[in-house]
């Protein structure tokens, strides 16, 4: 897979790459790829056209893994076909060497992932590093993250209510104590009373409103599953997560399997979240909705653009 970001500065083409541990296919491809767009893909420090490779290259090396891992190094004639990549198109390494990247079945840490990118673009990383903290429950790479500064212009979304990370308890509480400064409950006989009651009460609940419930900005990206029981669990999954990253000399340590029973129940929340929310949503749908449930039923799952 492969992207490519244009701005008014430069243009950096991006490769997802998976290298099957078997073969060099991909790679091949790759090259004959590069070869054939030399136009686009062409560069070097004198060019505003940069390249970078996110990837699963599967190939272990001293350059790059830990000595320790030395029954992993790949043969010459294995490596070599990736070595004259690298330096045909003068890439170099964004992620430093000895960060492991990989915990297999057996615990053990091993870096079959790595980051490069063309010469000239290494100052464009602000960082790049792996955040063990925000590792899915199931997964066994951990992600890496590259901060790049591409000084691109952004549209600042209007700033909304966001009801659904609101804390309820606290609200309520708020609002009960806010209604004890305004009339109690009582008949009103008059216009002026219906209306100066109605008043009272909107005001108490909007100002309650300001007060307790967070600003967020829209995203197009936004789960509306999510819920604040799922943050706080999040939370929680990811600190025992670096937390087990950092006792990976330490097989037994109690940590590990503290890690593994909260990322299993953090997956099993997420799929009951999912679920209950579909299904109220489909149990209360209204006519003007009917249109879009019959969208997500029949489109197929690949159609991101209809959902």
């Known amino acids: ?27 091949q491809a790759l090259e004959t790829h590069l070869s054939h767009n030399t136009n686009t893909t062409h560069t070097n420090t004198h060019t505003d056209n940069h390249m970078a490779w996110f990837s699963d290259f599967n190939c272990h090396s001293p350059c790059w893994d830990w000595a320790e891992n030395s029954q992993l ?23 430093p060497g000895g960060i492991d990247t990989l915990q297999n079945s057996r615990g053990q840490w091993t870096r079959p992932d790595n980051i490069w990118c ?36 952004r549209t600042d979304p209007t700033p909304c209510k966001n ?16 209604l004890t400064t305004i009339p109690p409950p009582q008949e009103l006989r008059t216009d002026e009373d219906f209306n100066k009651a109605v008043t009272d009460l909107t005001e108490t609940i909007q100002n ?16 509306r599953w999510w819920t604040k029981d799922l943050d706080k669990l999040q939370k929680t999954k990811n600190r025992l997560s670096t937390e087990s990253y950092k006792m990976q000399a ?7 399997a503290e890690y593994k029973t909260i ?18 949503w ?11 449930a019959n969208k997500y039923a029949t489109d197929p799952p690949t159609d991101y653009s209809s959902a």
Request: charged fraction near 20%; glycine fraction near 2%; include cysteine.
């Open 1 to 27: 897979m492969a992207i490519r970001l244009t701005t008014n500065a430069r243009t950096i083409s991006i490769y997802n790459i998976y290298n099957n541990c078997e073969n060099n296919d991909t790679l």
């Open 73 to 95: 190094f790949h043969s010459e004639t294995f490596m070599q076909p990736f070595l004259d990549l690298i330096q045909d198109h003068a890439m170099e390494m964004a992620l």
């Open 118 to 153: 063309s010469e000239g673009m290494m100052n464009l990383f602000i960082n790049c590093n792996v955040q063990p903290n925000i590792r899915p429950p199931k997964a066994d790479h951990l992600p890496i993250i590259s901060d790049l500064d591409l000084s691109i212009n």
């Open 163 to 178: 009801y659904q990370e609101t804390d309820w308890e606290d609200f309520q509480n708020t609002l009960t104590q806010a």
């Open 208 to 223: 309650t409103i300001q007060e307790k419930v967070p600003t967020s900005k829209p995203c197009p990206y936004t789960k």
């Open 250 to 256: 330490i097989p037994n340590h109690p940590v590990h």
């Open 263 to 280: 990322a299993n129940k953090y997956t099993s929340e997420i799929t009951a979240t999912k679920n209950q929310h579909w299904n109220d």
């Open 282 to 292: 489909l149990t209360y749908i209204e006519g003007k909705d009917v249109y879009m």
